[in-house]
């Protein structure tokens, strides 16, 4: 493995990634251990457990946990395997309870993790202490803008700490209505062959695919102009050196609304007030389409039609691909509604951001075969032979007219163009620093 992370190292120098990083049973191990150990991973949303008792089940890497919200409108993250025998406690996807008791031998836990009784238990455990006897609970849990995530290492740094200054661009995404964003009903979740860090090292700032993958969507009418440019229009990457990124295209307040932005009857529930002067001229420039918070959870808001020749909506969804092996995720998609905007507003989106991303969605089928590609050379022994690289050089050491943008004035390290991979590579030595640290 020290072998291979050192190959890493040099590589990312040449602006190359191996591709057996992206499919290996040791490499998945060490993933689980030091990135989803320590890292501030996304659990849900607070509008899906809205009211005292509602617990729902989570991920974080392979380990199932319930995230409740007790009775004090606490948000516990809680390990959904027993204390006694390793049980799986909770058996629904999700609910409302006070209490869950453990099918198999009964053992009784309090929605905020404490143990709370077991049958026969003034015989049966006379010397129990039930403090030493509840589930084991994400030690840091934490929400910013009703994003929850939890840290599952103890001496992990605050959330705020962790998002750096991609904390900055989520207050301007979802500060914009006092009101706020909930999702609308479940989450949708579907199983694609292919690795985690492929959705990550997309949405990080592939701008460079959507000319070519998704071409078959202008085709059809149901998305006009898109971006034929290669991601050698307007837009700019900025990256951030947690591993985070984001892509930014064109104004979106208050126009034009139909190239990423919003609606004037949207626009006005907005309250520009509630962000800093340099946020307010930020959102009159700039939009973010896309984003990842490292590891593994992505933002997107961009127009999309519900059918030929409608005028697109914008919708916004959360997306997350969970880790189930080194060639297989489950692909999360929470879509979002504004609180404050009119429903037929958030109905449109929903239906066309649906029909974009979403488990039938037509950029999904896309995405999902080119991505199941990069695990495929991974395992191939014979890419093993060669030791197969990826080329990440892209807008890399003069290969196109891609620079550090210097005069940008908000946070982040911003590119004069999206025609490189920056982001791309900021995130594999993010990537790369957690796994080699012990
Ligand atoms: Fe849960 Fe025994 S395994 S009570
Ligand atoms: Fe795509």
């Known amino acids: 493995m020290d072998e291979l992370l050192g190959k890493v190292a ?40 809205a009211s005292p008792g509602d617990y729902m089940l989570r991920y974080i890497g392979q380990d199932e946990f319930i995230v409740t ?14 204390a006694h025998r390793g049980s799986p406690i909770c058996r629904v996807e999700k609910g409302n309870a006070t209490h869950f008791r453990c099918p198999y031998h009964a053992w009784i836990y309090k929605n905020n993790g404490e143990w709370n009784g077991a049958p026969l238990r003034a015989r049966a455990y006379r010397k129990l202490d039930p403090k030493e006897w ?11 803008h009703g994003l929850i995530f939890a840290c599952l290492d103890p001496e992990g740094p605050t959330l705020r700490e962790y998002l750096g200054d991609m904390a900055w661009y989520l207050d301007v995404i979802f500060g ?9 009903g479940e989450p949708q979740r579907w199983q694609v062959p292919t690795n985690w860090k492929m959705g990550a090292d997309n949405f990080v700032g592939d701008s460079y ?40 295209n064109s104004g979106y307040l208050p126009e034009p609304w139909d190239k990423g932005g919003f609606p004037p009857e949207v626009s006005a529930t907005f309250d520009l007030d509630r962000l800093t002067p340099l946020q307010r001229e930020f959102v009159a420039e700039h939009a973010v389409t896309h984003l990842l918070i490292f590891p593994n959870l992505a933002f997107l808001r961009v127009p999309a039609v519900t059918a030929p020749g409608e005028m697109p909506a914008v919708f916004t969804l959360l997306r997350q691909w969970q880790p189930l092996e080194s060639d297989q995720v489950v692909n999360w998609n929470w879509m979002l509604r504004w609180n404050s905007a009119p429903e037929e507003f958030n109905e449109t989106g929903y239906i066309g951001g649906l029909s974009q991303h ?73 990537w790369l620093k957690e796994m080699v640290r012990a």
């Open 358 to 430: 979403g488990p039938s969605g037509i950029l999904e089928q896309d995405d999902g075969l080119a991505w199941s590609g990069a695990p495929d050379v991974g395992r191939s022994a014979f890419a093993r032979k060669r030791e197969v690289k990826f080329n990440y050089q892209l807008g890399f050491d003069g290969m196109s007219d891609y620079s550090v943008d210097t005069e940008y004035p908000y946070p982040g390290t911003a590119t004069t163009t999206m025609l490189g991979e920056l982001p791309q590579l900021t995130m594999y030595r993010r």
């Open 176 to 184: 914009l209505s006092p009101e706020g964003m909930s999702v609308i």
């Open 134 to 144: 509840g589930l084991q609970a994400a030690p840091l849990v934490d929400t910013v």
């Open 69 to 82: 919200r007790d009775e004090n409108n606490e948000i516990h993250v809680l390990f959904n395997r027993c």
């Open 10 to 49: 040099d590589s990312l120098e040449e602006g190359t990634v191996p591709a057996r990083i992206f499919n290996d049973p040791q490499v998945h191990r060490l993933e689980m251990e030091r990135i989803f150990t320590r890292c501030w991973v996304f659990v849900g949303h607070v509008s899906e457990i």
């Open 209 to 248: 695919h959507v000319a070519s993958l998704h071409r078959s969507i202008e085709e059809v009418g149901a998305f006009p102009d898109i971006d034929v440019t290669g991601g050698n229009g307007p837009g700019k990457h900025v990256s951030f050196p947690q591993g985070h990124g984001l892509l930014l």
